[in-house]
Structure formats: structure tokens, C-alpha cells
């Protein structure tokens, strides 16, 4: 919260009573909130690229932007602090958290945004090299790691999702000072997207927007779910099936041998790095945390079950686990792919 705003009754409250709230009685402001300069910032950068267009914001329960609407849906959490402390206690990571990560996703919104605001999927161009809006957005998506047709903002190879989000992943780059993307992409066939979007921006330098409508969809104000049903949806469209089909490499890593019956257990080790690892991993894979517990959680069940222990160093049971559980994490992306949020 910004300095001299009242802070809530519930600013204190334990997670327990918290999530009875409902998300309409939270009473938060963007106005207060730690956001409001990070949106400020997102202005500036639109202004110096001589962009008459303003996103407007409003809070709901995610980040989006609605087809149609030249406006931005922001988290509640990131609207104060504790907020913020219980999403991290219930999806274990606050998407937007960081400056820098929020900048990425307001970017990337913003690209949204302007699409709306100009009417631009309606371009020929724009559709011969982004593909047509019209294209059913998948409930997940397979991406091409190393493709080079798509530009890499967010992560999780997300520009690859749909059309839309692959123009508002090419337009967030174009807009990130000094993100150098003619040197960046200089031999990728996504450079002919960063150069439409970069000649389509100077032709709309000084235009007023076509759409000016302030609609919202979904404020704050009128959701009436609690904290607790926001959560147990959210934990369900995340929800993933872990397959069993790692034992042999757990045995490889592990083992239940009489000759190590003095070492320490697997998952009390697992437990010492389950966060570490967890971090490490969704980076490197692009999944969401929360995915890569639900993985976590699995081996922990099963080295339990196979009563194993460590073989090796810690140091080196590190450094291996953190490659089989990367690979268990990417099995399961595989399985049912990156699934599409933004």
C-alpha cells in the first residue's frame, strides 16, 4: 500500500479467517496499491513511443483483457500486501510479484489493449503473419521450445498459445526500453511481427483510439465468492495428473538397500529442497509452481512408499534430482500441456 492509505481490518487476519472474505468486501484500491506506479510506468513507456493510447485498469480475481475492451483486469492481490501473502501460501508464487515480472505482464496486456483499442485484428496483415482472432483459444497448448517464429517474453514459450497472444507478446517486446530486439531476433522469421508491430505503433503515434469505451468485466466490486471458492477454483483449473512412471529413476537416485539403511531418508531430504527445487524448476520449465508441487508431492508419496534413502552426497542428490524432477515436470506439460492464463 502507498504511504497514508488506512490499512484494512483484515490486513492482519490468519489465512483461515481471511478466506471467508469475499473478494467484493476487500475494499481495495489500484489508487493505493503498490501497482499504481508500475502502471504509471507502463504510461510513460507508451508516451515516449509517441502513443496517444491509455490502457485504463480495474481489480477483479486475474490478470486478463476482455475482447473488445481497451482496459486491463489486475489481481486483487496485487493490491496489497497481504493479499499478495496469501496467494503465495495458496498457489506458492504471486504471478506479478516483482516489478519486473509485473512490468513483463502489463505489457503484455497493454498489447491486448491496443489491439482493442484500434481494431487491429481486423488487418490483412495482421492476420497473414499472426493467424486469425477467431481461432479457438486451447485449454492448453504444446509449444516448440526452439522455434524462432515467436518472440520470448513471458514465460512458458507463451506466445505460441494463440494469435492474440502472440501479437501481445511481440507488441510487450517492442515496447520494453531498450530490449534492442532488431539485434535480439536479427536472424528469426518472428522479426517480420517486431517490424510490423514497430511500423504499425508510428502510424498510430498521435491517434486517438477507435474504441473508448470503459467497460469492465468482472470488478471487484461484484464478485461475491469468497476467498476460500476463488482458491478451490483456481487449485482445480490447475490441477494436474501426475503419471508413475518415474520408479526406475527414483531407484537410480535412491535406493531401499540394507547398505543404506543409516542414510537419511529420500524425503526428508526432498522436504529440505522441495522449495528450492520447486523454484528452480518451474523457471527452467516455465510451469506454474503450483504444477510443479503437485509432481513434487507425488515422489515424496511414492519415496515413501518404497521406503528409499540417499545414496550420495547431498550436493549430488541435488544436482540429479533437480534433472529428474525437471524432466517428470515436462512429462506432465507434455501429457497435458502449458495451460493458456493470460
Known sequence: MTRGATEPVWAHWHDKKLLRLRLC??????ATSAIAPRIRELHDELKARGLRFRPYFWLSDDWYTPDGVPGVAVPFYMAHPRLARLEASQMLEV??????????????EAGHAIENAY????????????????QKYPA??????YSKSFVQHLEAWY?????????????????????????????????????????????????????????TVDPLEKLTKTLKEHYAERHQRHDVEVPHTYDRELRRLFSSAPEFRRNPPATT??????????????????????????????????????????????????????????????NVLHTGGHRVAL
Open 25 to 30: 468486501d476487500l475494499g481495495v484500491t489500484i
Open 119 to 134: 481494431r487491429l485484428r481486423r488487418r490483412r496483415r495482421r492476420i497473414a503473419l499472426f493467424g486469425r482472432s477467431s
Open 140 to 145: 492448453s497448448y504444446m509449444p516448440r521450445p
Open 269 to 330: 531430504f526432498l522436504r529440505r529442497v522441495r522449495r528450492d527445487m520447486r523454484r528452480l524448476v518451474a523457471a527452467s520449465t516455465g510451469a506454474y509452481q503450483y504444477t510443479v508441487d503437485q509432481v513434487l508431492a507425488d515422489i515424496l508419496d511414492r519415496c515413501r512408499e518404497l521406503e528409499l534413502r540417499l545414496t550420495v552426497s547431498e550436493t549430488q542428490a541435488r544436482l540429479d534430482f533437480a534433472v529428474l524432477l525437471t524432466v517428470q515436470t515436462m
Open 95 to 108: 504471478e506479478g510479484g516483482t516489478d519486473e515480472w509485473c512490468m513483463r505482464i502489463l505489457r503484455h
Open 159 to 215: 506466445a505460441q498459445s494463440h494469435p492474440d497472444e502472440d501479437f501481445a507478446e511481440t507488441f510487450a517486446v517492442w515496447l520494453t526500453p531498450d530490449a534492442q530486439w532488431e539485434s535480439r531476433y536479427a536472424d528469426w522469421p518472428a522479426l517480420k511481427k517486431l517490424r510490423y508491430v514497430d511500423e504499425t505503433m508510428r502510424a498510430l503515434a498521435g491517434v486517438r483510439p477507435l474504441v473508448r469505451t470503459r467497460r
